[in-house]
């Protein structure tokens, strides 16, 4: 049975401004498990960030508690808490280095502020630098570095100190494409290699997709799905994760009464000729508005919109085809 890293019991959180309530959190119940990666995703605004950041107290909560290892954060002393918080590192999109010292320097800096001695020190951030591949650059200081590298050296800081949890708060969003893959990789690498609990707080499902295991979709404050990624990304059950897996649809029916469906496929069937099998096994044809497909877990999964029949009974029989052959159904609507 795993053990849960953190448990949010409940969590609510307000914030108050020009004399008015804003509620960021609204009783947020969750588990994140030891050795995971665990995704938070969901639009600008919709309080995944402040979500994190009651993770290590950085925001007090307004109701509920908030368990790490089992311990109420709330409850701790300023003592304990600082404590708790060497085994909590973070990294942002910022990468928040100090440009008057060096890479390594920058490494050393959890490391000189909780007493290490010099030495010590030097080789914990060597050895951290050469773990994420920039040893070379030791001695470089942060206006050097490219955006990816800079991101590389916030890594190397943030396990410095050896923490339990990696939080990543939108970690990649200042990246282009390929650098975030490549910081990606990083992290998937660290995971395995070290069985560090990372948490990536984004509003890019292509992030999720890539490396988490589970995910949680944040809405305005509430949490409106959990589960196994490639679940959610299946079949998603929220109008949120919908719209955040879904691709809009750009495509109106041929016809007034014209009626769209969304067939979604994961890696079992991915590969079968379901159309072509649908037209020899049923005589029925179908109009494909948009199709794509992408990699979940190494998984290839993918969705079609697809225009109906005119007539209700072969809507019909074109459905029940699909569905018997394990492909999950939802209706689109036209635009």
């Given at each position: 049975m795993s053990t849960n890293v953190f448990e949010l019991q409940n969590v609510s959180k307000t914030y108050r401004n020009e004399g008015k309530d804003f509620l960021a959190l609204?009783?947020?119940s969750l588990e994140i498990r030891e050795g995971e990666i665990f995704g938070i995703i969901g639009m600008s605004g919709a309080g995944k960030s402040t979500l994190v950041r009651t993770l290590n107290r950085l925001e007090e909560v307004s109701?509920?508690?908030v368990l790490f290892y089992g311990e109420d954060l709330g409850s701790l002393k300023a003592s304990q808490l600082r404590k708790v918080r060497r085994s909590i590192a973070m990294i942002f999109q910022s990468f928040n280095l100090v440009l008057q010292r060096t890479v390594r320097q920058n490494v050393e800096q959890p490391l000189r502020i909780a007493g290490v001695k010099r030495k010590e020190r030097k080789e914990i951030a060597r050895k951290m630098l050469e773990t994420v591949d920039l040893l070379d650059k030791e001695n470089v200081y942060p206006s050097r570095l490219s955006g990816g590298q800079k991101q590389r050296v916030a890594i190397a800081r943030a396990l410095a100190s050896d923490p339990k949890?990696?939080?990543c708060d939108e970690a990649t969003s200042a990246l282009d494409p390929k650098i975030t893959g490549e910081i990606l990789d990083l992290l998937l690498k660290i995971?395995?290699?070290?069985?560090?609990?990372?948490i990536i707080i984004t509003h890019e499902m292509s992030v999720v997709e890539k490396i988490c295991n589970r995910v949680a979709i944040i809405d305005e404050g509430n949490l409106v799905e959990v589960g196994d990624v490639t679940e959610v990304f299946r079949d998603p059950q929220s109008t949120a994760a919908k719209k955040l897996v879904y691709p809009s649809n750009p495509f109106d029916a041929a016809s007034e009464d014209g009626r769209l469906i969304r067939i979604a496929f994961d890696g079992l069937s991915s590969s079968e000729p379901f159309i072509a099998n649908l037209v020899k096994e049923t005589g029925q044809t179908v109009n494909i508005l948009s199709a794509n497909t992408k990699s979940v877990g190494g998984i290839g999964y993918g969705q079609m919109i697809i225009e109906l029949p005119s007539e209700k009974k072969d809507q019909e029989i074109v459905i029940d085809y699909f569905k018997k052959n394990g492909l999950t159904v939802?209706?689109?609507k036209a635009l």
């Amino acid at each position: 049975m795993s053990t849960n890293v953190f448990e949010l019991q409940n969590v609510s959180k307000t914030y108050r401004n020009e004399g008015k309530d804003f509620l960021a959190l609204k009783d947020v119940s969750l588990e994140i498990r030891e050795g995971e990666i665990f995704g938070i995703i969901g639009m600008s605004g919709a309080g995944k960030s402040t979500l994190v950041r009651t993770l290590n107290r950085l925001e007090e909560v307004s109701e509920g508690k908030v368990l790490f290892y089992g311990e109420d954060l709330g409850s701790l002393k300023a003592s304990q808490l600082r404590k708790v918080r060497r085994s909590i590192a973070m990294i942002f999109q910022s990468f928040n280095l100090v440009l008057q010292r060096t890479v390594r320097q920058n490494v050393e800096q959890p490391l000189r502020i909780a007493g290490v001695k010099r030495k010590e020190r030097k080789e914990i951030a060597r050895k951290m630098l050469e773990t994420v591949d920039l040893l070379d650059k030791e001695n470089v200081y942060p206006s050097r570095l490219s955006g990816g590298q800079k991101q590389r050296v916030a890594i190397a800081r943030a396990l410095a100190s050896d923490p339990k949890v990696l939080l990543c708060d939108e970690a990649t969003s200042a990246l282009d494409p390929k650098i975030t893959g490549e910081i990606l990789d990083l992290l998937l690498k660290i995971n395995k290699e070290r069985g560090l609990t990372i948490i990536i707080i984004t509003h890019e499902m292509s992030v999720v997709e890539k490396i988490c295991n589970r995910v949680a979709i944040i809405d305005e404050g509430n949490l409106v799905e959990v589960g196994d990624v490639t679940e959610v990304f299946r079949d998603p059950q929220s109008t949120a994760a919908k719209k955040l897996v879904y691709p809009s649809n750009p495509f109106d029916a041929a016809s007034e009464d014209g009626r769209l469906i969304r067939i979604a496929f994961d890696g079992l069937s991915s590969s079968e000729p379901f159309i072509a099998n649908l037209v020899k096994e049923t005589g029925q044809t179908v109009n494909i508005l948009s199709a794509n497909t992408k990699s979940v877990g190494g998984i290839g999964y993918g969705q079609m919109i697809i225009e109906l029949p005119s007539e209700k009974k072969d809507q019909e029989i074109v459905i029940d085809y699909f569905k018997k052959n394990g492909l999950t159904v939802s209706e689109v609507k036209a635009l």
